[in-house]
């Protein structure tokens, strides 16, 4: 079978996934502070879920004992950085990286939700 150049390949969704020790709890957050919607979940309990928000897609995946990483795991870009930034901290959600101007055209901040996953939210400037 011959195989596809990379060129020529079409590349589809991709989304990241995020370990999490209470499924529901982060459904509600990332709900409530980005307007994200529950579109799939899997098993019963719910061990899997699937959430998006326009063309955002967040995979949830419930791990015991889950221990997030010490780097960003995604990066999300926004219309308005410094509302999402106000409803983070609104919805008591630490800070990593306060919201700042980058050099590279950013407008971005860094926050971790719930399990202390990082995520990198940046609006176009």
Known sequence: MPSISPDTQYLG????TLGVTDIDRSFRIYQSVFGFEKVFENGDPVGFMILKKDEAELHLTLQK???APPFNQAHMLVADAEGAFQAC???GLRI???LQDKDYGLRAFVFADPDGNRIDVGQSI
């Open 96 to 98: 990593i990286r306060n």
């Open 13 to 16: 969704r991709i989304a990241a």
């Open 65 to 67: 004992g889950y221990k």
């Open 89 to 91: 901290r609104e919805h």
